[in-house]
T-cell receptor, first 117, second 114 residues
Framework: DTGVSQDPRHKITKRGQNVTFRCDPI?????LYWYRQTLGQGPEFLTY????????KSRLLSDRFSAERPKGSFSTLEIQRTEQGDSAMYLC???????????????FGAGSRLTVL | GNSVTQMEGPVTLSEEAFLTINCTYT??????LFWYVQYPGEGLQLLLK?????DKGSNKGFEATYRKETTSFHLEKGSVQVSDSAVYFC?????????????FGTGTKLQVIP
């Protein structure tokens, strides 16, 4: 397993366009998280899934944002009608539950950088 | 609410200097605490963690002790190297069993000069 993969790494779009990011977590991990990070700030929680169920969404996640994890494996994050304020690094992380060592520790992908012109 | 506050950077140190990056948290219980590191051009990586009071997390010469009485989890290293230059994030997760989101501090940029 090569870790958490995110695609694309960079996306430049015009305001008003829709964008979609994909995340492939570590295959044994049942939890998947989306965070957003802007320059000089720490990651901000957006949403998380356990298997295919979306269990929590941040108030930061406006109705222009939607995330799915249809088969409990990869996930997509779609932003509709993008705004300049959506420009950020979108981070995906995964983890596994249970009592084993390493449980509940987030493993992050390299991120998808969005620039909205 | 539940939050994490860490000292602002950037921090600039000479090689072999002693490092402390302060981190405090708010909580109603006993959250798990973490330090993550982000090297230039790379994703966040777990550096160390502690899951209960008085635990000491350690890795790569870095240490942090879970201090319940001061709600702190300060990161220390006795002798920094140029390769330690990165952004360091303090984080907390939950107060009790079950998942709760991981909340991060704003990050502290460390620059180590030869």
């Amino acid at each position: 397993d090569t870790g958490v993969s995110q695609d694309p790494r960079h996306k430049i779009t015009k305001r008003g366009q829709n964008v979609t990011f994909r995340c492939d977590p570590i295959s044994e991990h049942n939890r998947l998280y989306w965070y957003r990070q802007t320059l000089g700030q720490g990651p901000e929680f957006l949403t998380y899934f356990q298997n295919e169920a979306q269990l929590e969404k941040s108030r930061l996640l406006s109705d222009r944002f939607s995330a799915e994890r249809p088969k409990g494996s990869f996930s997509t994050l779609e932003i509709q009608r993008t705004e300049q304020g959506d420009s950020a690094m979108y981070l995906c992380a995964s983890s596994f539950t249970g009592g084993a060592s390493g449980a509940n520790v987030l493993t992050f992908g390299a991120g998808s950088r969005l620039t909205v012109l | 609410g539940n939050s994490v506050t860490q000292m602002e950077g950037p921090v600039t140190l000479s090689e072999e200097a002693f490092l402390t990056i302060n981190c405090t948290y708010t909580a109603t219980g006993y959250p798990s605490l973490f330090w993550y590191v982000q090297y230039p051009g790379e994703g966040l990586q777990l550096l160390l963690k502690a899951t209960k009071a008085d635990d000491k997390g350690s890795n790569k010469g870095f240490e942090a002790t879970y201090r319940k009485e001061t709600t702190s989890f300060h990161l220390e290293k006795g002798s920094v190297q140029v390769s330690d230059s990165a952004v360091y994030f303090c984080a907390r997760r939950g107060d009790s069993g079950g998942y709760q989101k991981v909340t991060f501090g704003t990050g502290t940029k460390l620059q180590v000069i030869p």
